[in-house]
């Protein structure tokens, strides 16, 4: 294990190296200062802002859920999290559209459509999904009770 | 602070937020990025050979299955990173915060990973759709950051080495202590582990920690099985919703993808338009002609000249760096046909120019391998109709496995290179 990682670290600060030299070769000193800007806000977007916002989602739905089954939280909160993580890669090509394309090929679809169509089909999914888990759960529990009876 | 951070981590702590997972989840990130790197050196290489390098020119969707999968690939980080990150974010706010001058280093390499991973996927994405709201140069930035991102991982893997074989397996050691199967004692050092604090946080912040606590916690299993299938189905939406630009199997499920099959002038997309490279004029005056020399013998033949040649029919598909592609029928002659009317040798590449006025992509070099393969065509037609003015009209190159911006448009000069 010790040489993997001594290889791997050698690796690595070579791969480190190779990139800084490309970057101070091909860039300008203030273009390179603005892709350090890009990757600390980044960081900061993810770290300060959609993380701590996730967190208090959970706690939200977990405490105005208290009286709905764990499972059937958890199935919400992954449609959720589809819907959301699909809506993050779609609404910069909303909006990039309506600033204008440079030519009528690239971003060819209505995509606000059918993300509002995507939302619906990820809406009736989950709910499905609630529904055959509570089936299920209420199938073993009075498979469980009629055993135990 | 330090009870501050505590309580933060305690907070944050979730089933899902173990190393187990975060080694499930890495792995496919792993994966993922290097499907990335590898098809990204590729894709690069063609583009800026070394004079010593030759590429296959078999099978002709070479460069379309590498390309697409370089973007598809890239699509799939959005979820997986965004999973990985889920599971250990806790571990931002360790106490101590550091601990000697290596924690700092590991903790500032990390900072560097995740940060530079984040801008190399996002203006990854951008980039398909040419759109750069920033001032550094793509190609080059996302080229340096590429190194930066698999040095990075590396290093990573380096550090995390003993606790990735730790929760390798489901039946790893460390897998069955964080099921409780074995007394392990002290488990799980990455899961915000139960914090011994006796005096809480007061004010608004620790009105925030009691209404966190205060809610019903999640179950063990049904939590960490549903983030595992949030994670998978996140990936498999991504990808089935937009890889259709680059899969033809895919297509009719393309909603969300930045181009779509079939669209545009000859039924294909267009990556840079006729007015955008200023030839609207040039590209329609009788007096274009296609130059092709070799040292001082020149041959020159106009468009009627061109189609009064044997005509040979192929089906390559036009592959963008940007990841979208079309399969297409081309018809045209062939380019080996055109090379030996000025006696080239097979082992000499070609210096092709086009009538744009500027872009990088002007004057372009081929290798013999394309120069001289059977399928290799100066095309004059597609899908049955002359080449529309944004497919290159009067001629362009169409040669197989090669990046589109290769597939130089409107010829204007084709040099035999010495």
């Given at each position: 294990m010790k040489i993997t990682r001594v290889i791997l670290i050698a690796l690595g600060l070579a791969g480190l190296f190779l990139g800084a030299l490309i970057m101070v070769q091909k860039q300008r000193p203030d273009q390179i200062v603005g892709v350090i800007v890009w990757i600390v806000a980044a960081i900061i977007v993810h770290d300060g802002i959609l993380s701590p916002l996730l967190l208090l989602l959970d706690v939200w739905m977990r405490r105005a859920g208290r009286r709905i089954p764990f499972g059937v939280l958890a199935i919400i909160q992954g449609g959720v999290v589809v819907g959301a993580i699909m809506s993050m890669l779609v609404l910069p090509e909303i909006y990039k559209k309506s600033l204008g394309t440079k030519n009528p090929t690239i971003l060819p679809l209505d995509y606000g459509l059918n993300l509002a169509l995507f939302w619906a089909g990820v809406a009736v999914l989950t709910a499905a999904a609630c529904v055959v888990y509570l089936r299920r759960r209420r199938a073993s529990a009075s498979a469980s009770s009629a055993s135990i009876g | 602070m330090r009870r501050l951070l505590a309580a933060t981590q305690q907070a944050l702590a979730?089933?899902?937020?173990n190393p187990r997972m975060a080694v499930v989840v890495g792995r496919l990130l792993a994966i993922a990025f290097l499907l990335c790197f590898g098809t990204g050196l590729y894709s690069h290489f063609l583009q800026?050979?070394?004079?010593?390098m030759r590429f296959s020119t078999v099978p002709a969707q070479l460069y379309q299955v590498t390309q697409g999968i370089h973007i598809t690939a890239g699509i799939a980080c959005f979820p997986l990173i965004l999973g990985k990150l889920y599971t250990i974010y806790?571990?931002?706010?360790?106490?101590?915060?550091?601990?000697s001058p290596l924690h700092l280093l590991e903790r500032a390499s990390i900072a560097l990973f995740v940060g530079a991973s984040l801008v190399q996927i996002t203006i990854g994405l951008l980039n398909t759709y040419q759109w750069y709201p920033w001032k550094f140069g793509f190609r080059e930035v996302h080229w340096a950051l590429s190194f930066v991102v698999i040095g990075s991982l590396a290093i990573h893997i380096a550090v995390k080495l003993p606790m990735i074989a730790r929760f390798w397996?489901?039946?790893s050691e460390g897998t069955r202590e964080l099921r409780g199967e074995t007394q392990g004692g002290e488990t799980a050092p990455d899961a915000a582990a139960p914090v011994a604090e006796s005096a809480p946080v007061g004010g608004v912040t620790g009105r925030i920690f009691r209404w966190i606590d205060g809610a019903p916690s999640p179950e063990p299993a049904v939590s960490r099985r549903g983030f595992m299938t949030a994670v998978g189905v996140s990936t498999a939406t991504v990808v089935a919703l937009t890889a259709g630009q680059s899969f033809a199997a895919l297509s009719p499920f393309n909603i969300f993808a930045p181009r779509v099959k079939?669209?545009?002038?000859?039924a294909l997309p267009v990556n840079r338009t006729a007015k955008a490279a200023q030839v609207l004029d040039t590209a329609v005056s009788p007096d274009w002609a296609l130059t092709i020399s070799n040292g001082p013998r020149t041959v020159t033949l106009t468009r009627a000249e061109l189609l009064a040649l044997p005509q040979t029919t192929v089906e390559l598909p036009i592959s963008c760096v940007e990841g979208w592609s079309q399969m297409a029928t081309w018809k045209g002659v062939r380019l080996r046909e055109l090379l030996n009317k000025v006696g080239a040798d097979t082992s000499q590449g070609l210096k092709l120019t086009s009538l744009e006025k500027k872009g990088g992509y002007r004057v372009t070099q081929m290798g013999p391998e394309y120069a001289f393969d059977a399928s290799t065509l100066v095309a004059l037609e597609v899908n049955g109709d002359t080449l529309d003015i944004d497919h290159g009209y009067p001629a362009r190159m169409i040669a197989p496995g090669r990046p589109g911006v290769l597939q130089t448009k409107w010829l204007s000069k084709l040099e035999v290179e010495a």
């Open positions: - | 979730a089933p899902p937020r800026e050979p070394e004079p010593w806790p571990q931002l706010f360790q106490t101590p915060p550091v601990k397996t489901r039946n079939g669209t545009g002038p000859n």
